[in-house]
């Protein structure tokens, strides 16, 4: 059996365990079953998700990694049905590696586990928000939620949450590590590796630069932080003003939102089936790549080292924000543009809502 179990839900964390494995040192063998990685995919219900996770699962196997797919989602039963299978599995990997520390499935599952050792790979920009929180001692909620609603589910399933909290705390006897390309501070006692994206450029490329720009979505308004309206305008205004050609759709964009876009702003919607960070490294790629604040505009200047594409970040305009957005939202999209400004050197533009005007609302 393996002595390491990675838990991933995302085509990116799945690359990301990639880009560990690829770098992590050699570990003594452990006896039968040795130093092996066993990756369990617990895959969302969404389509496009589903086939990046199928495809990014090819690659681990290509790499010699043992790939389990695990239907936690598929109904009431599945829950304590991929319990009661991952419990052995758990129980004996000597390091756990995960994805998503907010996860509930993940929260359920990590109690379970005796290891000592646990890795925390990246889920994009959450990983900044995991690490202060962790340091602060509160409870792992994601950023864009606004925490005004506490349901009854919400509250049985702190019990979970807190102990998973524990899990992930360093300290008697365990180790907790953080791999990550994102500016993140780990809490004291947590120890931090850089990801600097080497498998990925290992692996593929270098790409065919084109002659135009892209523009790399966001699914801020399916999160309910931005106002759909605002978004389209916004991307309109990015695509006439810099001569954008194509818009790279993240995964959880919805379709509608997708048609309006591509009726208004007469951009070419392309529907990865990949992380983009290997969309872009494999190419074509434009010369440009335009993006609103995201995990890419810390990810694709790694991925895309030596190739001389250049990446600008479109700031958010406070106006753009719904009224649901979470008190946070503005200030952690800002630290994500400053930090991709001081960090990588990446220019940004001024909020589009100041190139062009944005409809009432």
């Given at each position: 059996?393996?002595?390491?179990?990675?838990?991933?839900?995302?085509?990116?964390?799945?690359?990301?365990?990639?880009?560990?494995?690829?770098?992590?040192?050699?570990?003594?063998?452990?006896?039968?079953?040795?130093?092996?990685?066993?990756?369990?995919?617990?895959?969302?219900?969404?389509?496009?998700?589903?086939?990046?996770?199928?495809?990014?699962?090819?690659?681990?196997?290509?790499?010699?990694?043992?790939?389990?797919?695990?239907?936690?989602?598929?109904?009431?039963?599945?829950?304590?049905?991929?319990?009661?299978?991952?419990?052995?599995?758990?129980?004996?990997?000597?390091?756990?590696?995960?994805?998503?520390?907010?996860?509930?499935?993940?929260?359920?599952?990590?109690?379970?586990?005796?290891?000592?050792?646990?890795?925390?790979?990246?889920?994009?920009?959450?990983?900044?928000?995991?690490?202060?929180?962790?340091?602060?001692?509160?409870?792992?909620?994601?950023?864009?939620?606004?925490?005004?609603?506490?349901?009854?589910?919400?509250?049985?399933?702190?019990?979970?949450?807190?102990?998973?909290?524990?899990?992930?705390?360093?300290?008697r006897g365990r180790e907790v590590e953080l791999f990550s390309a994102?500016?993140?501070?780990?809490?004291?006692?947590?120890?931090?590796?850089?990801?600097?994206?080497?498998?990925?450029?290992?692996?593929?490329?270098?790409?065919?630069?084109?002659?135009?720009?892209?523009?790399?979505?966001?699914?801020?308004?399916?999160?309910?932080?931005?106002?759909?309206?605002?978004?389209?305008?916004?991307?309109?205004?990015?695509?006439?003003?810099?001569?954008?050609?194509?818009?790279?759709?993240?995964?959880?964009?919805?379709?509608?939102?997708?048609?309006?876009?591509?009726?208004?702003?007469?951009?070419?919607?392309?529907?990865?089936?990949?992380?983009?960070?290997?969309?872009?490294?494999?190419?074509?790629?434009?010369?440009?790549?335009?993006?609103?604040?995201?995990?890419?505009?810390?990810?694709?200047?790694?991925?895309?080292?030596?190739?001389?594409?250049?990446?600008?970040?479109?700031?958010?305009?406070?106006?753009?924000?719904?009224?649901?957005?979470?008190?946070?939202?503005?200030g952690f999209l800002s630290a994500i543009t400053g930090t991709a400004?001081?960090?990588?050197?990446?220019?940004?533009?001024?909020?589009?809502?100041?190139?062009?005007?944005?409809?009432?609302?």
């Open positions: 059996m393996s002595d390491t179990l990675a838990l991933v839900e995302s085509p990116v964390q799945l690359l990301n365990v990639l880009e560990w494995a690829h770098v992590r040192p050699p570990a003594p063998r452990q006896g039968p079953g040795g130093r092996g990685l066993t990756l369990v995919v617990l895959p969302p219900r969404d389509p496009t998700s589903r086939g990046q996770l199928r495809r990014m699962a090819e690659f681990a196997m290509d790499e010699g990694h043992t790939v389990r797919w695990s239907e936690a989602r598929a109904g009431r039963a599945s829950l304590p049905r991929t319990v009661a299978e991952l419990t052995p599995a758990l129980r004996a990997a000597q390091r756990i590696v995960l994805g998503d520390p907010f996860s509930r499935l993940v929260q359920a599952l990590l109690p379970l586990s005796r290891a000592r050792e646990i890795t925390v790979v990246d889920d994009g920009t959450a990983t900044m928000e995991f690490t202060e929180l962790l340091t602060r001692g509160d409870r792992l909620v994601r950023w864009h939620r606004s925490g005004r609603r506490t349901s009854p589910a919400d509250l049985a399933f702190g019990v979970f949450a807190s102990a998973a909290r524990r899990r992930l705390t360093p300290g994102m500016p993140a501070t780990p809490p004291p006692g947590m120890a931090l590796r850089a990801n600097r994206f080497g498998w990925t450029r290992a692996r593929f490329g270098p790409p065919i630069i084109s002659a135009g720009t892209d523009i790399v979505g966001t699914s801020l308004v399916e999160t309910g932080v931005v106002d759909p309206e605002r978004y389209l305008t916004a991307v309109g205004a990015l695509a006439r003003a810099h001569g954008a050609t194509r818009y790279f759709a993240h995964r959880r964009e919805s379709p509608d939102k997708l048609r309006a876009l591509a009726v208004a702003t007469g951009l070419e919607i392309v529907r990865p089936d990949l992380p983009l960070e290997l969309v872009a490294r494999r190419g074509p790629v434009g010369h440009t790549v335009l993006s609103f604040p995201s995990t890419v505009v810390h990810t694709l200047p790694l991925a895309l080292e030596g190739t001389g594409v250049r990446i600008i970040v479109c700031d958010v305009d406070p106006a753009w924000l719904t009224d649901s957005a979470s008190p946070r939202a503005h400004r001081e960090l990588h050197g990446l220019k940004s533009v001024a909020s589009a809502a100041s190139v062009a005007p944005a409809p009432a609302r």
